[in-house]
């Protein structure tokens, strides 16, 4: 069973709108984290925003904000006034067990590309 | 700079070499990961270093991947034999401490293509 899914293969959006990414997750984990990356054609994994899943607000980084839902087990990615460099694949991560013998490893979804036009 | 680097940053092998891929941490972070990104795909864990200490090879698909970390800083990835789907971007990913909220630093990556 897939831990992460992103159902948006590839997404537009208009310079300077708001745009949301999906994501939902599986985990019968009490403690987890969400995390969501940035990979531009360059092909480095740009950390944007993390949400733990007892934290009670949702996450914001600048542009950046986390639609976190857990009873619905969703997490989604919000940017606002997009720009024309967020063109990019987008992965949602989550990471799971908070034991003491946990290698913390991320799993990925599978991405959403955008791009934003000019 | 003060990232994780990887190297060589491209490696075409032909099918059934060996290679090497090498990466250097952030000095002085003690977990170092290793993933396999395939085209169009996102990453999948290959294994887990803690300092010298490989602690999780879940991840390695079969006994030709080889990842070693022999002083706790820098790590290599050892495929041998190569196969045609072996081919995809290996990304090296760092974090300061052993605990569930360090943020992992990745690597630019190295693109191998197996011909």
């Known amino acids: 069973a897939q831990k992460i899914t992103q159902t948006q293969p590839g997404m537009f959006v208009q310079e300077k709108e708001a745009v949301t990414l999906d994501c939902t997750y599986d985990?019968?984990?009490?403690?987890?984290?969400l995390f969501w990356y940035k990979q531009p054609s360059s092909g480095e994994m740009i950390f944007l925003i993390y949400?733990?899943?007892?934290?009670?607000q949702n996450a914001t980084e600048g542009r950046y904000s986390l639609n976190f839902q857990k009873a619905r087990k969703s997490a989604n990615l919000v940017i606002s006034a997009s720009q024309l460099g967020d063109s990019a694949m987008y992965f949602c991560?989550?990471?799971?067990?908070?034991?003491?013998?946990?290698?913390?490893?991320?799993?990925f979804g599978s991405g959403t590309r955008l791009l934003v036009r000019p | 700079g003060a990232g994780v680097s990887q190297s060589p940053r491209y490696k075409v092998a032909k099918r059934g070499q060996d290679v090497a891929l090498r990466c250097d941490p952030i000095s002085g972070h003690v977990s170092l990961f290793w993933y396999q990104q395939a085209l169009g795909q996102g990453p999948e864990f290959l294994t887990y270093?803690?300092?010298?200490?490989?602690?999780?090879k879940s991840g390695l698909p079969s006994d030709r991947f080889f990842a070693e970390r022999p002083e706790g800083s820098v790590s290599t990835l050892k495929i041998q034999r190569t196969q045609q789907e072996d081919s995809a971007v290996y990304l090296c990913a760092s974090s300061f401490g052993t605990g569930a909220y360090n943020e992992q630093f990745f690597g630019p990556g190295t693109r191998l293509t197996v011909l």
């Open positions: 270093f803690q300092n010298e200490a490989q602690l999780d």
């Open positions: 949400q733990g899943s007892y934290d009670q």
């Open positions: 985990t019968s984990d009490p403690s987890y984290g």
């Open positions: 991560a989550m990471r799971e067990g908070y034991r003491a013998d946990s290698s913390y490893k991320l799993i």
